[in-house]
């Protein structure tokens, strides 16, 4: 999950004028009203902000699955926001089946459970008073709350005190494993970590016969470099492990360092990383 900047008071024109047509007969006719075709006008607009990603699991969900828009709040729930351009999210069909209707909240007596056509957006009073176990990817900010371990790959692992971390992988299954080596925890390692290491034991067979330290340092600065880029382009997969990885050289180590091959490699990439990261970081 990353974050992303949502104009709330823009929603898409289609989207608008749908809403406005339908959202007297859906106060009318509760959940059955609710017409699909509606919100889905906002997918066109979802896809772009979104860069066809999936907002819980950020995989790219044109090629693993359908495209699904999402209701933050459950439409069984929350009917009235049915339309709302902060209640929708794109996602992919394996998250979105996973969360189902599920919505806890941190105290249930703040639930909203009046329906209103004004109080609507997911920012304001009375629904942000209402906290959300589930993080919302356009108003939360999800670097402050995950952090990432090796475990049968890469897992996502919650690290705020109020366990809202926790809750949404939960909830949406992001460590989910689907059968030989694959699943989210090996698609993050596949597709960010392996080509880090692929590199750092290229550059030091090719450098192991001489004494070029400094060589492989300079090598190995220029991936990072590279590997900070890469954190900031958000066309990429996993953008919240890219990020976490070039924040500190604890973080690096704590990922990288266990599947590197020799103490010695270690320690080389942990004094790199030290200098590189630290003075960036003060
Ligand atoms: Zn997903």
Redesign the pocket.
């Known amino acids: 999950m990353r974050r992303i900047n949502k104009n709330f008071d823009c929603p898409p024109t289609e989207l608008r004028n749908c809403s406005d047509k339908h959202t007297a007969s859906l106060l009318r006719d509760k959940a059955k009203g609710i017409k699909r075709d509606c919100y889905k006008k906002s997918e066109p607009k979802l896809r772009e902000l979104y860069l066809e990603k ?1 907002a ?2 950020e ?1 790219e ?1 044109l090629t693993t699955s359908d495209t699904w828009v999402e209701h933050y709040r459950p439409e069984s729930k929350y009917y009235w926001l049915a339309y709302e351009w902060s209640n929708l999210l794109p ?2 069909t ?2 979105n089946r996973h969360k189902k209707a599920e919505f806890p909240l941190l105290d249930e007596s703040r639930r909203v459970s009046i329906p209103s056509i004004h109080d609507v957006r997911a920012d304001k009073s009375p629904l942000i008073d209402e906290r959300p176990y589930i993080l919302h990817p356009e108003i939360d900010n999800p670097s402050d709350i995950f952090e990432f371990e090796t475990n049968q790959g890469i897992q996502i692992k919650g690290k705020d005190s109020e366990n809202r971390g926790c809750k949404t992988i939960e909830l ?1 299954d992001l460590n989910r494993y689907e059968g030989n080596n694959s699943g989210l925890p090996y698609d993050r390692q596949k597709k960010v970590i392996d080509e880090i290491i692929e590199f750092i034991v290229t550059i030091d067979d090719l450098l192991k016969e001489t004494e070029t330290v400094m060589i492989f340092k300079m090598l190995f600065e220029k991936k990072i470099k590279n590997l900070i880029e890469k954190s900031e382009n958000s066309y990429l997969e996993h953008t919240l492990l890219r990020k976490y990885l070039v924040i500190s050289s604890d973080n690096f180590m704590k990922i990288v360092g266990t599947y590197l091959p020799s103490p010695q490699l270690q320690i080389i990439i942990k004094t790199i990383t030290e200098n590189y990261f630290e003075p960036r970081g003060a």
């Open positions: 999936c819980y699991c995989t969900y996602t992919c394996k998250c949406c």
